[in-house]
């Protein structure tokens, strides 16, 4: 795996912002895998690979939602990391249609178990930021009752650090455990495309059980007849 | 006195509300953001103690949807500028406004942008990025801020002008409009993307269905996770493909 010095760049740029963009400001979904993949894929030289592996992954975690605070995985960091492992990943690629493509079975299972895996180390590293914002908290209560809103917005703003420095970090983590794991997996060249649809399979059927929780049947007998008409023809 | 509150100033809390979660706290919540933005309108309350309340006030523990925080942010200097004029009642409502809305407006939000329009968008884009390359992208986002943030910042305004009528949001046009399209969309969308899965040209076609099966049944349940389901998918397709594929060139 080969990277020029200005794609690492942008990528950790990418890194910071998708992780800002998830867990501090905007949250106008550039965190997403569909974007941040194709984008890290972009800027690691294969748009095409990355967009894949982003529609495999906004299925992966369609289910992953902020509700009432619950921990989420740090997808944005998580993405970016799928994205360039995808444009990076050594042998061949195969069509997943006529403008996506998939790398080989194996640099594929890696690269997504890797990517899953950073956002989930994401989860709880995120937890333990929100935890201990205490002297933040404090500050601004010192600045509040001082009258001083300037201290209050300072220790608002802040908070962005350290979430900032978790993505640039899982970023790095994530690409080097990626490079790692490509030089050791065995030399075998299969399609990519068995490992692909699967994980696509599964991520569609979540994303659709967010709003089918008792019809959840009917769904899937629709889906399987589809599956098999269109298979077959 | 007759301070009042301007359309600066609201587009000043409007801003800041782009920066809520910025510093989030597991017990505070987003108070910090809260008295962030609404520190836009510290000018109403010059005088040192007045300010000082007003500041440890909106530091209070506090927390709602981000794309619905706008609203409340909103009706909030309403009464912040009406408290500020002399009505004494007024910073009582405040906080039994915070705290009578932020759960009902969460739940709102969650299950309209959350667990709603992102899906709704998400599997729209995939489709659009299976035959259209880079346009699915691009659409996720459009499709999804094009409700987002005229939310989050246009209802700052609206809130204002609305003030403790704020609740109608729930009961808004366009809310029932969107959970119409969510409840319908997502999973007709999924079934095309099935569709598409199960259309390409090769034996994997075959697994699209059966994992999509699996992926609504377990899901639904909320029996694994989405890591680990994926990560189980991850595992057949290895083994089936060192079963039945053949070498790539």
């Known amino acids: 795996m080969s990277l020029d010095p200005g794609a690492w760049v942008l990528l950790l740029a990418l890194g910071l912002w998708t992780a800002l963009d998830q867990a ?55 993405a970016v990391v799928g994205g360039a492992l995808a444009a990076c990943a050594p042998g061949s690629r195969v069509g997943l249609s006529s403008v996506l493509v998939v790398p080989e079975a194996v640099p594929l299972a890696v690269l997504l178990w890797v990517s899953i895996a950073v956002g989930e180390l994401g989860r709880p590293l995120l937890q333990r930021i929100y935890r201990q914002r205490g002297a933040l908290i404090e500050m601004a209560v010192t600045g509040a009752n001082e009258g001083r809103a300037s201290r209050v917005r300072l220790a608002h703003g802040l908070g962005i650090l350290p979430t900032g420095l978790l993505g640039l970090a899982l970023v790095v983590a994530g690409l080097v455990a990626g490079a790692f794991l490509f030089r050791i997996v065995p030399d075998v060249h299969t399609d990519g495309r068995w490992v692909a649809l699967p994980v696509l399979g599964v991520g569609v059927g979540q994303a659709c059980s967010l709003s089918m929780k008792r019809r959840a049947w009917i769904w899937g007998a629709v889906a399987m007849a589809i599956g098999v008409v269109v298979a077959f023809t | 006195m007759t301070a009042r509150v301007s359309r600066l100033d609201l587009a000043r809390i409007a801003f800041w509300n782009l920066f809520l979660q910025a510093s989030y706290h597991t017990g505070r919540r987003q108070s910090l953001g809260i008295a962030a933005a609404m520190a836009s309108i510290r000018g109403l309350w010059p005088k040192p103690e007045d300010r000082r309340a ?23 200097a309403r009464l912040e500028e009406r408290a500020a004029t002399g009505d004494a009642e007024a910073v009582s409502r405040i906080t039994h406004l915070r705290r009578v809305l932020e ?14 329009l992102r ?27 094009a409700v987002h943030l005229p939310v989050r910042l246009g209802g700052v305004f609206w809130g204002y ?52 099966v699996a992926g609504v049944f377990l899901g639904s349940r909320s ?20 079963l039945f594929a053949t070498n790539v060139p």
Request: charged letters at 10%.
């Open chain 2, 161 to 212: 002008a609305k003030a403790e009528r704020i609740h109608e949001l729930m009961r808004a046009r366009w809310v029932k409009g969107l959970r119409f399209a969510v409840r319908w969309g997502v999973p007709l969308l999924g079934l095309c993307l099935v569709a598409l899965g199960a259309s390409v040209a090769a034996l994997p076609r075959w697994t699209v269905a059966p994992a999509a």
């Open chain 2, 54 to 76: 007003f500041l440890l006030r909106h530091l209070e523990p506090m927390n709602t949807n981000p794309a619905l925080a706008g609203p409340l942010l909103g009706a909030m």
């Open chain 2, 223 to 242: 029996l694994v996770r989405g890591g680990l389901l994926a990560g189980g998918a991850i595992m057949v397709g290895l083994i089936l493909s060192a």
């Open chain 2, 103 to 116: 759960g009902p407006l969460a739940a709102t939000g969650d299950a309209l942008f959350w667990a709603g």
């Open chain 1, 24 to 78: 501090a400001c905007l949250q106008i979904l550039v965190s997403q895998p569909l974007v941040a993949s194709w984008l890290a894929g972009w800027i690691a030289g294969d748009a095409a690979s990355g967009l894949a592996v982003g529609v495999l992954l906004q299925g992966v975690w369609s289910r992953a939602l902020p509700l009432g605070a619950s921990p989420l995985p740090f997808l944005g960091p998580a």
């Open chain 2, 119 to 145: 899906p709704l968008a998400g599997l729209a884009g995939s489709i659009i990025a299976w035959q259209s390359g880079a346009w699915g992208p691009i659409v996720f986002v459009a499709l999804y801020n």
